[in-house]
């Protein structure tokens, strides 16, 4: 795998984390980052920013692994992202350059902060964007930007040609003002946003709520903060695992992936005096489900433990982590914008390591991700509760 990004007569060497798990044929930079970088730099060097400031001004938005937050680590800036795996990256990107202190392992003077506690100090000289895979989180971020920017903040955006859509260079005119693009370059473009400030604060649409029926036939409301999958409506894989699940009220539940919390949720309707643990890596999905289980179990929220985590890292690691008695599982197939099996991968590898011996692994999934041939070289076995022409629910046991 390749690690050494070299550009610019400078050398960073950068993971996705964990590294360990980091999947050969990809790397923690793109060509996006690159065109980032460089047109930065040229506005540093026409001094848009002092590098010399104690306080530059300068924003970055979803950096997948960290790269630009190395590259600009000098310039002290903000650094947003909805992603726990991103900042991981960008925290061990950091220690690995020598750009953090190895003994706190503190991300030294980048301010990172999650997108629903955005709230910058200061209005922004310049701000970076990489363009997010959904669009909801790009709107719900341009909406939270717009209260901070002044006439003169440069907007610039980066992401794979075939990302940057009308529609994305619609929400740029929409919310902030003026936009053009550059050429294509390795596959990837800029985006160059100018603000207009007579175009006025709009509300956010976000969350969006919508209502579903669970297992026992009773309502659920579900709000969905912007970076939420399947945000307008319960995905089909969702659907198929909650009319095959039980759960009894002994259980200690995790439910793995959670998104906005809706196999949580219905366990706690199945079993209202079970425990659910909600795990994410995505903050956004974790406060949806916080916010739904007040939403629809207002009594069982004590219940309930939300963890911002990568797979079960966080669970394996902590001592008083709870014996864990069923794991509910909907494996995402997709990092950032690159679909992969590995997180999946290491989903099941997690869930094995923390199950109670004999307790049960539960996953959906579609038909062509054969997830049973990993499942039968981890665990052993594996049944199939139900399937259709496209999902597939497996269950297997702790050896």
């Known amino acids: 795998m390749n690690t050494e990004f070299i550009f610019a007569d400078r050398n960073l060497s950068l993971i996705r984390y964990p590294e360990k798990h980091q999947h050969v044929s990809l790397q923690a930079w793109d060509s996006a980052d690159e065109l980032l970088i460089d047109h930065v730099e040229s506005l540093l060097n026409d001094n848009v920013i002092s590098p010399d400031s104690d306080n530059t001004g300068l924003m970055i938005f979803n950096d997948d692994f960290g790269a ?29 350059n020598a750009l ?15 997108s629903l506690t955005f709230s910058p100090a200061v209005s922004p000289s310049i701000v970076m964007i990489k363009v997010p895979r959904a669009l909801a989180l790009l709107e719900q971020q341009l909406i939270d930007l717009k209260r901070y920017i002044s006439a003169d903040t ?20 929409k919310y902030i003002g003026p936009t053009s693009t550059s050429l294509a370059k390795k596959k990837s473009r800029l985006v160059f946003c100018r603000p207009d ?20 036939g009773a309502k659920m409301t579900l709000d969905n903060e912007a970076n939420v999958f399947s945000r307008q409506s319960l995905d089909i894989g969702a659907r198929i695992m909650m009319k095959h699940m039980t759960v009894s009220s002994n259980d200690t539940v995790v439910d793995l992936g959670c998104g906005n919390g809706v196999l949580g949720i219905n366990a706690l309707t199945l079993a209202p005096d079970c425990k659910v643990i909600f795990t994410d890596e995505s903050y956004m999905a974790l406060e949806s489900a916080r916010q739904n289980v007040l939403n629809n179990h207002p009594d069982k929220i004590d219940q309930c433990t939300f963890i911002a985590t990568n797979c ?43 199950l109670v011996r004999g307790r049960h692994l539960v996953v959906v999934g579609n038909r062509h991700l054969d ?17 259709d022409k496209k999902f597939v629910i497996f269950s297997t046991a702790k050896q």
């Open 68 to 96: 630009l937050g190395c590259w600009f680590e000098h310039l002290n800036p903000t650094w947003v992202s909805d992603s726990y795996i991103s900042r991981r990256s960008l925290q061990e990107n950091l220690m690995r």
């Open 312 to 354: 079960l890292e966080s669970l394996l690691t902590e001592p008083n982590t709870p014996a864990i008695t069923k794991i509910l599982c909907n494996p995402p197939f997709h990092q950032q914008n690159v679909i992969t099996d590995h997180i999946a991968w290491q989903m099941f590898i997690d869930s094995r390591d923390l």
């Open 197 to 216: 400030l007579d175009i006025p604060q709009y509300p956010s649409p976000y969350p969006t709520r919508w209502e579903c029926k669970g297992t026992t």
């Open 100 to 114: 953090s202190s190895e003994q706190t392992k503190d991300i030294n003077f980048i301010t990172s902060v999650d």
């Open 371 to 387: 997830y049973h041939i990993k499942l039968k070289k981890l665990f052993g076995g594996v049944d199939i509760l139900a399937s």
């Open 154 to 173: 440069q907007i610039i955006a980066g992401g794979k040609a075939k990302a940057i859509t009308k529609s994305v260079l619609a929400l740029f005119e």
